[in-house]
């Protein structure tokens, strides 16, 4: 490269950044001048903005889940006629006491194992936000009406046919009234906690 090259190639890069100076001050310019403009703007005032979250908010869940009778079924309590017309003896006291014992560990089981995932899998069928939330409220209300209804069970047995088979019976249909009463619980729950916006 000679001397008259090095010239050019210098005088070249020379208007390069002279072009890319006059880019830059140009930018600078523009945005000069939209910082002057927001500046003459009126700020937008935004005012204080007033929720109601008290007509959503639910501080407490009244009302007893009921399993076993509903006030809602009392017609059909003619349905609970004493079977063949023949009331059964009644259990010796110890083996009624044994068997309400083992009943209530088959149902407390059930309580702790089967039954959140019937909330959750019930709740979501109707559409209803988080109903693992409820697993708590409805343990505790059923456990609060599980002797009286354990006794209602056993009584329903005959003491002649009190094998296991006719306990397990007792237990599982204890069980699905469990169920028919979840699902009760859930259908009478107002619609604003249910997915429908009513």
Same mark, same amino acid.
Request: glycine share 8%; with cysteine.
């Given at each position: 490269?000679?001397?008259?090259?090095? /010239? @050019?190639?210098?005088?070249? =890069?020379?208007?390069?950044?002279?072009?890319?100076? %006059?880019? +830059? #001050?140009?930018? &600078?310019?523009?945005?000069?001048?939209?910082?002057?403009?927001?500046?003459?703007?009126?700020? /937008? @005032?935004?005012?204080?903005? =007033?929720?109601?979250?008290?007509?959503?908010?639910? %501080?407490? +869940? #009244?009302?007893? &889940?009921?399993?076993?009778?509903?006030?809602?079924?009392?017609?059909?309590?003619?349905?609970?006629?004493?079977?063949?017309?023949?009331?059964?003896?009644?259990?010796?006291?110890?083996?009624?006491?044994?068997?309400?014992?083992?009943?209530?560990?088959?149902?407390?089981?059930?309580?702790?194992?089967?039954?959140?995932?019937?909330?959750?899998?019930?709740?979501?069928?109707?559409?209803?936000?988080?109903?693992?939330?409820?697993?708590?409220?409805?343990?505790?209300?059923?456990?609060?009406?599980?002797?009286?209804?354990?006794?209602?069970?056993?009584?329903?047995?005959?003491?002649?046919?009190?094998?296991?088979?006719?306990?397990?019976?007792?237990?599982?249909?204890?069980?699905?009234?469990?169920?028919?009463?979840?699902?009760?619980?859930?259908?009478?729950?107002?619609?604003?906690?249910?997915?429908?916006?009513?």
């Amino acid at each position: 490269m000679d001397f008259y090259q090095i /010239i @050019q190639w210098m005088q070249g =890069q020379l208007q390069l950044c002279n072009q890319r100076i %006059e880019a +830059l #001050e140009n930018q &600078l310019r523009c945005a000069e001048e939209e910082i002057e403009k927001l500046k003459e703007k009126p700020s /937008i @005032q935004v005012g204080t903005i =007033q929720y109601k979250f008290d007509q959503l908010k639910v %501080e407490t +869940l #009244e009302g007893t &889940l009921n399993i076993g009778l509903n006030p809602q079924d009392v017609q059909g309590i003619e349905d609970f006629a004493i079977q063949n017309g023949q009331p059964g003896t009644p259990m010796p006291p110890m083996e009624m006491m044994q068997r309400s014992l083992k009943m209530e560990e088959a149902v407390n089981e059930y309580l702790e194992s089967g039954l959140p995932a019937f909330i959750s899998e019930a709740g979501g069928r109707i559409g209803l936000k988080q109903p693992e939330t409820y697993t708590s409220f409805i343990t505790n209300d059923i456990k609060k009406q599980l002797p009286s209804r354990i006794e209602a069970h056993l009584k329903s047995i005959n003491p002649s046919e009190a094998d296991e088979t006719a306990m397990e019976k007792a237990a599982d249909a204890l069980k699905k009234e469990i169920e028919n009463g979840v699902l009760a619980f859930f259908n009478n729950l107002p619609g604003t906690m249910k997915g429908d916006p009513k």
